[in-house]
C-alpha cells in the first residue's frame, strides 16, 4: 500500500509539472511574438500606461511586456543607480540604469537598464565611470516590469536610500525618494544611442519551460524507481529464494 501510494503521488506530482510546462510553452510563444512586433514609439508606448495607477499589477502590464518599444529623450544623470552582483558573460559587476526623461509633454521618466559595467574589486565602493549623453538621445529598447530582485540583508539602519550603489530597485520608491515622475515599467536598451561603453549581451526571455521538465522526469523516475524496487524484492527475490527442504 506504500509503495502505491507513494507511486501515485509522484505520478500525479510528475503531470502535474507537464501541465505547468505546456503553459509556460505558451507564455514563451506569446513573448516571442511579442519581441517580433513593430517597435512601439513613445506615444503608444505612453497610452498603453495610462490606466495604470499604484502598484504595478501583472494583469494590466502583461500586454506591454517584452514589446520593443523606440524612445527619445534626455538622460537624468544625477539619478543613475548601480544595481550590484549582477553577472554578464560569468563577470560580477553592475546594471547601470538611468532615468530618462521622455521628449512628450507630460514629462515623464523612465527607468533604463542601459547596461552592464565590471565593478572594481579593489574598492568595492566606487562607482564606475560610464559616459552619459547630455543631448537628446534615441534608443530601442524592451519594455520589463521592476528589475529582477535579489537576496539583500536588512538595511533599515544604513544609508541605503542615498546610495548610488543599491542591491535592489523598486521604482515606486525611488519615484518618491528622487520625486520624478518614473513609469511603472523599465526599459532594457538594447540598441540606439550605445557609445557608452556598457555591454548589452542580455540574456534571452526565458519562461523556464525546461524546469518544469527537468521536475517532471524526477518525478516520473521516482515513480518508476519505486516500482522497480517493489517488483524486485516482493516478487522477483521471493520467486528465486530457494525453498527449504523438508527434514527427515
Not at 503521488?9 to 511579442?34: H, I
Not at 565611470?129 to 540583508?153: H, M, N, S
Amino acid at each position: 500500500m506504500a509503495a502505491l501510494a507513494t507511486m501515485a503521488v509522484t505520478a500525479s506530482l510528475g503531470r502535474w509539472q507537464l501541465s505547468r510546462a505546456a503553459q509556460k510553452e505558451a507564455l514563451q510563444q506569446a513573448m516571442d511574438r511579442r519581441m517580433h512586433e513593430p517597435p512601439l514609439e513613445a506615444g503608444q508606448f505612453l497610452a498603453g500606461l495610462q490606466a495604470l495607477s499604484g502598484p504595478l499589477d501583472d494583469a494590466q502590464v502583461d500586454p506591454l511586456l517584452h514589446r520593443q518599444v523606440r524612445l527619445a529623450g534626455h538622460w537624468v544623470p544625477d539619478g543613475t543607480i548601480y544595481l550590484d552582483n549582477r553577472q554578464m558573460n560569468g563577470r560580477q559587476g553592475f546594471f547601470v540604469m538611468t532615468p530618462l526623461r521622455l521628449n512628450d509633454a507630460s514629462g515623464a521618466v523612465v527607468m533604463v537598464q542601459r547596461g552592464w559595467v565590471p565593478r572594481n574589486f579593489e574598492d568595492r565602493t566606487k562607482i564606475p565611470q560610464v559616459r552619459t549623453a547630455a543631448d537628446e538621445v534615441r534608443i530601442l529598447g524592451r519594455v520589463a516590469a521592476r528589475p529582477a530582485r535579489l537576496y539583500e540583508f536588512d538595511t533599515s539602519g544604513n544609508d541605503a536610500r542615498a546610495s548610488r550603489i543599491r542591491q535592489n530597485l523598486d521604482l515606486a520608491t525611488y519615484g518618491a525618494e528622487t520625486g520624478l515622475p518614473i513609469l511603472p515599467l523599465s526599459v532594457v536598451q538594447t540598441a540606439g544611442d550605445t557609445d557608452d561603453g556598457m555591454l548589452r549581451d542580455w540574456p534571452a526571455v526565458d519562461a523556464g519551460v525546461d524546469k518544469h521538465y527537468g521536475y517532471a522526469f524526477q518525478w516520473f523516475g521516482l515513480c518508476s524507481l519505486v516500482a522497480i524496487l517493489y517488483v524486485w524484492f516482493q516478487l522477483i527475490r521471493r520467486f528465486l529464494r530457494p525453498r527449504r527442504q523438508p527434514s527427515a
